[in-house]
């Protein structure tokens, strides 16, 4: 089967750094993005990576290793309304563009 | 504005119920997707649209219908065969790398 994994839950405080990693298992690979989703509100994008490397977009950051199935996304100078839950997701169909999800993982983000 | 539109925000339904939910984008974008998500689970895809008059069936289709008649509008039928319906349901539609995600329905069984 195909399958993304996160950990489910990472807390911070205020300014600090964290990660969010995300490995996955898919029949094929066309890219891995990030999504913010709030509580109670829709998923928004935050940013893609098509191949290896670090993309940076301000705050975040978001790298990708093809050859280990692995990307992390990258939260720096954390502010409170970071606060959210961060989905992976992967397009593994060229043909296609339906993305596969990961589960997600909550950021609670503390004063 | 461009964007994607979904109505109802809140929805209930009776057991035996279809319900029909909305979702419409003046992105004219030709790609069109609908995706089912559970309290604390990632989003799971029920049907998909690349162009009008044509769909194609997710992980989870069964219970659920979808028709494609204008490039505009995608709409999703839950049907009464569909068990478990309670759910946070998103409409989406694909820009550069990414998705933009329609403000979604709650669907709940009553």
């Known amino acids: 089967g195909q399958s993304l994994e996160q950990p489910s839950e990472v807390t911070a405080v205020e300014g600090a750094i964290v990660q969010i990693n995300c490995t996955y298992q898919t029949s094929g690979f066309y890219g891995l993005s990030w999504y913010q989703q709030h509580d109670g509100g829709a998923p928004t994008f935050l940013s893609y990576?098509?191949?290896?490397g670090l993309e940076e977009t301000g705050r975040f950051s978001s790298f990708l290793s093809r050859s280990d199935s692995y990307g992390y996304l990258l939260l720096q100078e954390l502010q409170m309304k970071d606060s959210a839950s961060y989905f992976c997701?992967?397009?593994?169909?060229?043909?296609?563009?339906?993305?596969?999800f990961g589960k997600g993982t909550t950021l609670s983000v503390s004063s | 504005d461009g964007g994607i539109t979904q109505s109802p925000k809140y929805l209930f339904r009776k057991e035996g119920q279809n319900v029909t939910l909305s979702c419409e984008q003046n992105l004219n974008h030709d790609a069109m997707y609908w995706y089912r998500q559970d309290p604390g689970q990632g989003l799971r895809l029920i049907y998909y649209s690349q162009i009008v008059n044509d769909f194609q069936k997710g992980d989870i289709a069964e219970g659920y219908s979808v028709s494609r008649e204008k490039k505009e509008s995608f709409p999703l039928t839950v049907t009464s065969a569909q068990k478990n319906p309670t759910a946070f349901y998103l409409c989406a539609t694909t820009t550069n790398y990414g998705y933009t995600f329609g403000s979604g329905t709650r669907l709940t069984v009553v």
């Open positions: 990576n098509g191949l290896d």
């Open positions: 997701a992967v397009r593994a169909n060229q043909a296609g563009t339906a993305l596969i």
